[in-house]
């Protein structure tokens, strides 16, 4: 089954299997299905044509993948076009939402795309003695 260019897996049940789809969760994934009066416990594989088709146009009705996406990145960038605070924390890459971060901010990414790398904190400036 493949849906909005997602391949479905097989394997898993129906409402898990929809949450490969970018944009659909767990509980979004539940609602459709139950709208649709298919049991969320079914395999993709358990299915007929006739539902797979009305799950298909239920799951396309909603924004999801690349137009979600997108949706996403222009929100950014109207917030740091604005020159919003929460623009400017997303330019750097530090946490937006009021989180503290004198220190557990360590391993957050230090811009878009970062490696995760482990900032470096203070030391006490002795050099370290080897020990014989």
Sequence with gaps: ???????IPDNKRLEYGLTAVYGIGLSR???????LGIDTASKPTDIKSDKEAEV?????????????KREKASNIKRLKDIGS????RHSRGM????????????????????MHKARKT?????TKVEKK
């Design 95 to 114: 946490k937006l939402r009021g989180q503290t971060t004198k220190t557990n901010n360590r391993t957050a990414p230090s811009g878009i795309h970062a």
């Design 1 to 7: 089954m493949r849906i909005a260019g997602i391949t």
């Design 85 to 88: 605070r929460r623009g400017d």
């Design 122 to 126: 203070m030391t006490s400036g002795k």
């Design 29 to 35: 994934a539940q609602q459709i299905l139950t709208k």
């Design 56 to 68: 298909r146009t239920a799951v396309e009705a909603i924004t999801i993948e690349g137009d979600l």
